[in-house]
């Protein structure tokens, strides 16, 4: 999955949800650009069959 942000996108929000995306176990993933900023979930092999 992938998340692209919006400009107008405050790092707090970007906080938020990548907080939301380790409460359900998984690796956080924060790729900041010039133009937006996009985040994701990173799991371990497996992490979706079960």
Known sequence: MIIVLKREATEEIAQEILGRIE???????YMPGSERVV?????TRGFCRS
Not at 23 to 29: A, R
Not at 39 to 43: K, N, Q, S, T, V
């Open 23 to 29: 409460e359900k176990g998984l690796k956080p993933l």
């Open 39 to 43: 985040l994701g979930p990173l799991a």
